[in-house]
């Protein structure tokens, strides 16, 4: 099968490029190949069953068109100092000028044309007077808010314009491999239903998201081409009511804070809040299963979760930062029964697990159901779990409350991102044709930086 320009991967990266393509008035033949289904197509069952049935061959929060950005929050970062490190590639205003520009793409596909946490209020000065007292940096960033359910329909949106566009959609293909000879990639490998497939295209763009960051890894180390470790994240989500953070909720919806606690001074930041959102469970290769947290437009909890990641650099000899963010993610499903586990925080500090009956009766009621009550500390690795604590201890004196007895701590919280893919401000890799966007190409972290950086790609291909 030969092709004019192939993406691998329909996440926002590939999506938006195919986008722009398409915008830009280019006519040739674009093919995206997702080993996932279409986004009508996807299912969690969990909805139904209360807990996890593992879905084969591929779990739909994860994999499928739009990546797990479908089945997530959605929630669109729209400065270019959140999202990770794609500025430092382009420059930060460029990088500014593309955020601004895919969001008004996300309007015109039906996004919520409210925007939280844009105004400088005495609040957020306050909470900003609060954080510096604590050893914290507050990072405001203006927040448009999809919804989980709400993201499915844009995404659909898309998906069908897409198809109107006559780009062509492999859904429920695997790439196995990409074909490459004498320094020139030529094309990929596939499995599609049941039987491999080669495609050959002019230009390849690997846009595997996160979920596809080993994946990538493993192929650059086969091939050869020039990447090198990056920042891999270990951390926790935690659980409170809603009351706690109602400041914070209310003012900027999510908390964006940054500090270097004693005594290894690792990086420690809030990620992914949701305010009257839901813990949920996602499934990796090889049944991973690692803890995330939604929030729906429509549909409220009384509590708020959120991501607390521990950032690791690892230097000579070692440089398998995934792999090691992976073992402890295993070694924690052990302990869980292949589940996630929860633990108060209260009990860590007394040395102690936490029992099902003591969840049963406390103010914080787990959001997701079969997590298994335990304790974390025998799984996370220590320079991480103090660096956690001690910043919770930090967030307590901008949130008093937040780093209560009754707190509801889950592990593992995992960001696979870390191989970082060596590129140029045009996207093009050490080997010809190939390009690489995304999370898994270590140069963002979030849906919209994905996105921006694809438009900036379909941009790159048409010369602009």
């Known amino acids: 099968m030969k092709t004019d320009i192939l993406i691998i991967g329909a996440g926002p990266a590939g999506i938006f490029t195919a986008i722009e393509l398409r915008r830009l008035g280019c006519r040739k033949r674009i093919t995206i190949a997702e080993k996932g289904k279409a986004v009508e197509d996807r299912r969690c069952p969990k909805a139904v069953t209360q807990k996890c049935v593992n ?19 959605g929630k669109l970062s729209l400065s270019c100092e959140v999202g ?37 209020t005495e609040e957020v000065k306050e909470i900003r007077r609060r954080a510096i007292s604590a050893g914290l940096k507050l990072v405001l960033c203006p927040i448009r808010h999809l919804g989980t359910e709400k993201a499915q329909e844009l995404y659909l949106n898309i998906e069908n314009w897409l198809k109107e566009q006559e780009v062509e959609l492999l859904m429920e293909t695997e790439c196995l491999n990409l074909i490459i000879r004498d320094g020139v990639c030529l094309g990929a490998e596939l499995m599609r239903a049941g039987r491999p497939e080669t495609i050959t295209a002019d230009e390849i763009i690997v846009a595997t998201g996160r979920r596809g960051a080993e994946w990538l890894e493993d192929v650059c180390v086969k091939h050869g081409i020039a990447h090198q470790p990056g920042t891999v994240d270990i951390g926790v989500r935690v659980e409170v009511r809603n009351e706690i953070l109602d400041t914070i909720n209310r ?23 949701n305010p009257g959102g839901y813990v949920s469970q996602e499934n990796y290769d090889g049944g991973l299963a690692v803890v995330n947290g939604h929030s729906y437009k429509d549909r409220k909890s009384p509590n708020t979760n959120v991501a607390i990641l521990c950032s690791h650099n690892f230097s000579v000899p ?23 586990l929860v633990q108060r925080y209260g009990d860590i500090l007394d040395g102690k697990r936490t029992w099902e009956k003591e969840l049963s009766r406390s103010n914080v009621v787990p959001t997701i159901p079969d997590a298994v009550a335990g304790d974390i500390t025998s799984a996370m690795p220590y320079r991480s779990m103090t ?33 970082r ?44």
């Open 55 to 73: 879905c084969k061959p591929y779990c739909s929060i994860t994999t499928g068109f739009s990546g797990a950005g479908a089945f997530s929050d």
């Open 84 to 120: 990770g490190e794609f500025p430092s590639l382009v420059g930060a205003e460029a990088a500014q000028s593309v955020i601004d520009y895919t969001d008004t793409v996300y309007l015109d596909f039906g996004a919520d044309t409210r925007v939280e946490g844009k105004d400088e």
């Open 251 to 273: 003012v900027l919806y999510e908390s964006k804070l940054i500090g270097y606690p004693k005594p290894f001074k690792n990086k420690v930041r809030t990620f992914c809040q």
């Open 318 to 340: 070692f440089n398998q930062p995934i792999e090691y963010a992976r073992k402890v993610g295993e070694l924690t499903n052990m302990l869980a029964d292949g589940r996630l």
């Open 387 to 419: 660096s956690i604590l001690s910043f919770m201890q930090a967030m307590d004196q901008v949130v008093p409350g937040f780093a209560a007895y009754e707190t509801l701590l889950y592990a593992p919280e995992l960001k696979f991102y870390s191989n």
């Open 421 to 464: 893919v060596d590129m140029d401000a045009d996207l093009n890799t050490s080997v010809r044709n190939l390009h690489c966007l995304g999370d898994s190409s270590g140069w963002t972290r979030g849906l919209m930086m994905a996105s921006a950086m694809g438009v900036w790609m379909g941009r790159r291909l048409m010369g602009c």
